[in-house]
């Protein structure tokens, strides 16, 4: 029997930025519950929020300063409570972020520990004496500004590390105390009845044991991420990893049918080891491969084949391609090929995690300088590494503001500037928008076996046509996506028999097969039943 997690789907929230109910101007946890029918009629299975939990937000909620609480911004616990028997009452999995590498620099560990070396939680984030020169203890440097990733505490005469911005200090996990405090977060949703974590970058959270020095990397040059000067040999995803991931997965084991995602941008061949030597690591280390593949069919054929490949035994694929660190899908193909996106997310083999707003194929933002937010275009601006383009609010009807908040507030990030033609309800009202197809999609890959889990296999096509099987015991369905803007002939890969298309991206009549052959319009895509 498979589990919700293999056959579902995944809907991310960005909880600023999908509905407020207070009139702040910021999305929160009842505006949340409010909106639970319209993920119910798309059809997703669950949902995770990125972090609602106290935090001075230097780093919009990733700097969390209590594990166990609700920023008042999203609401309290009760609203939470509230949201999760509401998602579960519309048959919906809850899913939250667990944030282990870092806490705040405000969390009250941190400050006890930063009070003195002698304090009993010293050990608990990871303090290193100068280098003999008195400069930092090695040439690690920060994600977001490419600086020393280690800060100076006068007063205890030590440094200490953040992999991020300084006030997100690293936590240390190969203290004991500090590993069954962060373990018992864990069993502290659990027993809310949280269904799962989706774990900010888990491959970053054992260090290397010696600090040893990064090597530098001959491919930078100045313009590109000043962060990626060095290659991160020694600053993250170290051997050690796999009894971090271990026991995450003991404390999820304690529960039944719990889901843990790894937020890991690795190449697949390292990805797969985060599944754990006898899959006892993560249940899904997420796949970010197609958001860094060239959109071009080949490029993106060869992704999935060495993918698939790549995966142990027993060991269940997950897509990704988009969440609140990337452009937006429809800023990075294009609207057109963002349907086709969508198509090859939903019929991929393995669980799709689609991001809000990407079902109506939202763009970028347009976000004036006056407007920044993000803390990493703030540190290197202008390299197009700020991540608000990403984060605009959800536009749910045609009026000022768009149903997000009431249109005499200003939201946290501006709407975007065609929220009165793209947003929910005027796509709801059109047969033929994303969010129509995306629906049908989505009805489509449910009610059928051979989409939601069944084996894949490369079918052969000219280029610019990606072309796939997915079978399950009889059932057979053809994918084949044009991800180009010219019109394709595909050739079917056998008789042609009863196969008839399904569902196109494209509105209109669905093209018919006709000697064995059938002609795909520009950037169309295609589910055939076989
Ligand atoms: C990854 C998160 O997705 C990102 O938004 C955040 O800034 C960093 N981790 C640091 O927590």
Redesign the pocket.
């Given at each position: 029997m498979s589990k919700w997690w293999q056959i579902g789907i995944v809907y991310q929230i960005y909880p600023r930025s999908f509905q407020d109910s207070n009139g702040d101007g910021v999305g929160d946890l009842p505006g949340i519950t409010q909106r639970l029918g319209y993920l119910q009629e798309l059809g997703v299975d669950a949902i995770w929020i990125?972090p609602i939990y106290p935090s001075p937000m230097a780093?919009?909620g990733?700097?969390v300063s209590d594990y166990r609480d609700i920023h008042p911004l999203f609401g309290t616990m009760a609203d939470m409570d509230h949201l999760i028997q509401a998602a579960h009452d519309h048959n919906l999995k809850l899913i939250l972020d667990f944030?282990p590498?870092?806490t705040s620099d405000e969390h009250p560990w941190f400050l006890e520990s930063r009070s003195s070396r002698r304090s009993p939680k010293r050990d608990w984030y990871i303090w290193r004496d100068p280098a003999p020169d008195g400069g930092p203890p090695n040439n690690w440097l920060s994600?977001?500004d490419g600086q020393s990733a280690w800060e100076w505490d006068a007063k205890t005469g030590q440094y200490y590390l953040h992999?991020?911005l300084a006030e997100?200090p690293d936590l240390n996990w190969r203290n004991p105390e500090l590993r069954a405090a962060m373990l018992d977060v864990l069993r502290f949703w659990f027993d809310k009845g949280v269904d799962g974590f989706r774990v900010?970058?888990s491959y970053r959270v054992m260090k290397d044991a010696q600090f040893r020095d990064n090597p530098p990397n001959p491919n930078w040059q100045p313009g590109m991420d000043p962060a990626k000067q060095v290659i991160e040999t020694y600053s993250r995803n170290t051997p050690d990893i796999e009894h971090f991931n271990r026991w995450l997965r003991e404390v999820a084991d304690e529960y039944e049918d719990r889901v843990l995602i790894g937020?890991i941008n690795l190449p697949p061949h390292e990805l797969v080891k985060h599944y754990g030597r006898s899959l006892n690591g993560f249940h899904l280390p997420f796949n970010f491969n197609l958001i860094f593949t060239p959109w071009d069919a080949a490029a993106v054929r060869t992704l999935i084949e060495t993918y698939e490949v790549a995966l142990p035994d027993g060991a269940w694929p997950n897509w990704v391609l988009g969440?609140?660190?990337q452009h937006r899908i429809a800023s990075r193909v294009g609207a057109a090929q963002a349907r086709v996106a969508m198509m090859l997310l939903l019929t991929l083999r393995g669980t799709p995690t689609l991001y809000y707003g990407d079902e109506l194929g939202m763009l970028d933002g347009d976000i004036a300088p006056e407007q920044v937010q993000d803390?990493?275009e703030k540190k290197v601006p202008g390299l197009g590494l700020g991540?608000d383009p990403e984060r605009t609010p959800l536009p749910w009807t045609a009026v000022p503001n768009a149903g997000f908040c009431p249109p005499d507030v200003t939201p946290w990030l501006p709407l975007n500037a065609d929220a009165a033609a793209v947003n929910v309800a005027s796509q709801q009202a059109n047969p033929v928008s994303m969010l129509t197809f995306t629906q049908k999609l989505i009805q489509l890959r449910r009610e059928t076996a051979a989409l939601n889990q069944g084996s894949y296999h490369s079918l052969p096509a000219p280029d610019g046509l990606l072309a796939y099987e997915r079978r399950h015991g009889e059932q057979i369905c053809w994918v084949v996506l044009n991800m180009t803007g010219e019109s394709k002939k595909w050739e079917l890969p056998g008789d042609a028999g009863e196969t008839s298309v399904l569902l196109s991206t494209e509105a209109g009549e669905l093209p018919g097969i006709a000697n064995g052959a059938l002609h795909l319009r520009p950037n169309e895509g295609l589910v055939l039943s076989v």
């Open positions: 990125s780093d919009f990733y700097d944030v590498n870092h994600r977001f992999s991020f997100q900010d970058v937020e969440n609140h660190d803390p990493w991540r």
